[in-house]
């Protein structure tokens, strides 16, 4: 029951707060795509990959007290922070999850702005392209960020640097 | 005159109960409709096992993909010689339309869930395939299947054309809400399409929508939720979509233990190994599935041939509200119970949540999480709909997730054994 909540639920142990749902995105599709067997469904969609299945989940989560939503008001829109609660501590107590730790990737990823995480994971989507087309892809699907070629270049960094970890 | 521009000697109508006519005049279009991939579509239901629930479910993913076709048709209609809009990106939009929902299989969702498929990826795999659709979109220009693909998968340079096909408020959904709520014979899902295609306006790179409509917009989103909890959400097609996937997750099971089934079950062979090809994949419609389960009710495997008889004959597991959180430790002990009292809790204890399903809801989200509906107003600027709509504003807010716990009640109520287990079970299921 719930497992792919719990696998979630790990997540959150993993780390004091998550800030921002465009951040909790992107960080479980470049877990995903790092070989932790999430099961989340993504698509691509106006801000690179998302997944209908994973609002809903982390809304359940809430709904449930296991996850923590605060809710923030910023000039034009409203941010939000998750947290596990000690409903949810005691709740993973009951599965035993066979996911490697994530502390270290979490870490990596937390440091980064939610912009550079929408460029990796967008380059992971079309990671089965040939290098130089990932880039073309990513310049005309994301031209209104105006990447770079040095923000391509230290993605693809970041991404060796996640994958290096054990 | 080039394959593309050929138009029909006469416009072609399919006579459609929601749109009233679909108008075909491309040839293009009209051949793409006549391919053996297209037409399979016919045997692909839009609403899964709904139809055990409201039996007048029935229509097809085929109804539906026209549907789309021709909400789209109207849109583009509307944003002949606008600004943003580029005339050049008709037909692929067109195309893109018809055929959104190609890759589905029979009952997807169950499908892709056991079996660890994605429609999407057979769409792409259709479009860019050895398949009559693909030699129809080739014919057009090198490199088309490609663009219809990538507006398909959303990765299109043009995110308006995109946005036309798939956003918060695309012609998927307005056909989808509207066909649905027919079909089901539900008396929400309605709401005032003619008015929002009036007042939708291509920007650069989304669809927006005049604020002079927000009330025809607000009336769209209150039947977007309606139907979501009256008929996507129904605890009844969902008991039986935990039952579909249960049979399908015990025929795989069988099969990798290596049983033999009385009739060869070759149509799911390369599902169960997990490898069908777009040959396979394509072979197995919704009749076919029909059948085995029809089959298999024969089976002597006492799990399987149960579950098949309970999904033809539309006998049920019944279901109680559950809370994951406040009933774990009761689950635990239901799950021991349940394996005492000869019922593998496996298939037939099943907690079911809002998140298993494939809908969602409108939802106004944080910035740069999903793109929103935004509303064009006198002066130029967007603004997210929530924002100036109290009424979506106060649906936005609330909870809107749920859980089930599916049993097969009349097992549990034949107490002619196992009684003394079956009773506590009871006890704790119904107090």
């Known amino acids: ?166 | 005159m080039a394959y593309r521009d050929e138009k029909l000697s006469e416009e072609k109508v399919f006579k459609d109960p929601v749109h009233r006519y679909v108008h075909v005049r491309d040839r293009v279009i009209w051949d793409l409709i006549g391919t053996a991939e297209f037409q399979r579509l016919r045997r692909i239901k839009q609403l899964g096992t709904s139809y055990l629930t409201f039996h007048g479910a029935e229509h097809s993913r085929f109804n539906h993909s026209l549907g789309v076709y021709e909400i789209v048709r109207r849109i583009i209609e509307n944003f002949q010689d606008r600004p943003h809009w580029n005339a050049e990106e008709r037909l692929l939009s067109l195309c893109a339309a018809l055929l959104h929902d190609l890759g589905h299989g029979p009952f997807s969702h169950s499908f892709e869930k056991v079996f660890k498929l994605d429609h999407e990826d057979f769409t792409q795999a259709i479009l860019l395939g050895d398949t009559e659709v693909n030699r129809i979109l080739n014919r057009v220009e090198k490199g088309f299947p490609k663009k219809v693909a990538d507006v398909i998968n959303k990765t299109y340079e043009n995110k308006l054309v995109v946005s036309v096909i798939s956003s918060q408020i695309d012609a998927d959904r307005m056909d989808y809400l509207q066909r649905d709520a027919y079909f089901t014979g539900v008396s929400y899902g309605h709401f005032d399409m003619e008015r929002i295609l009036r007042v939708m306006r291509p920007m650069e790179d989304q669809v927006v929508v005049k604020e002079s409509g927000m009330h025809a917009v607000e009336d769209y989103i209150m039947s977007r939720y309606q139907m979501y909890w009256q008929v996507y959400f129904h605890p009844v097609t969902r008991s039986a979509e935990v039952i579909l996937t249960k049979i399908l997750h015990r025929a795989k099971e069988l099969y990798e233990e290596g049983y033999t089934f009385k009739l060869d079950p070759v149509h799911f062979m390369s599902f169960f190994r997990g490898q069908p090809t777009l040959k396979e994949y394509l072979a197995l419609d919704e009749a076919v599935v029909l059948y085995y389960f029809q089959t298999w009710m024969e089976e002597d495997d006492g799990v399987l041939s149960d579950l098949c008889q309970r999904f033809v004959n539309r006998r049920l597991f019944k279901y109680i509200e559950f809370n994951p959180n406040a009933q774990m430790n009761e689950w635990m002990e239901l799950y021991k119970l349940f394996t005492k009292a000869g019922l593998n809790p496996d298939y037939y204890l099943v907690v079911d949540s809002s998140s298993d399903l494939p809908y969602d809801f409108y939802r106004p989200g944080e910035e740069g999480e999903r793109l929103p509906i935004h509303l064009l107003q006198p002066n130029g600027e967007l603004k997210e709909l929530s924002r100036l709509s109290d009424i979506v504003e106060s649906i936005s807010g609330k909870k809107r997730t749920d859980h089930k716990l599916y049993i097969p009640l009349d097992l549990l109520e034949d107490m002619s054994n196992r009684s003394k287990t079956k009773k506590r079970i009871m006890e704790i299921l119904f107090g």
């Not at chain 1, 809903?56 to 609660?85: A, D, P, S, W």
């Not at chain 1, 949810?88 to 979490?106: A, V």
């Not at chain 1, 880039?135 to 960094?157: H, L, M, P, R």
Request: contains cysteine; aromatic residues 14%.
């Open chain 1, 1 to 166: 029951m719930l497992e792919k909540h719990a696998k979630l639920m790990q997540f959150f142990s993993s780390t004091e707060e998550i800030v921002g749902r465009k951040k909790l995105q992107k960080m479980i599709y470049i877990l995903k795509k790092c070989e932790i067997p999430f099961e989340e469904k993504y698509q691509f969609h106006f801000y690179g990959p998302y997944s209908e299945e994973l609002t809903l989940r982390v809304e359940e989560m809430c709904n449930l007290g296991f996850i923590n939503e605060t809710r923030e008001e910023k000039k034009n829109y409203y941010q939000y922070r998750y947290q596990l609660t000690e409903s949810g501590r005691e709740f993973l107590k009951h599965y035993e999850m066979n996911l490697p730790p994530l502390t270290r990737h979490i870490e990596e990823m937390n440091g980064r702005s939610s912009r550079f995480l929408e460029l990796v994971s967008t380059m992971l989507f079309f990671e089965d392209l040939p290098k130089e087309e990932i880039s073309e892809k990513v310049f005309t699907v994301k031209s209104a960020q105006n990447y770079t070629d040095k923000d391509i270049e230290d993605g693809w960094k970041f991404i060796e640097s996640l994958r290096s970890i054990h």
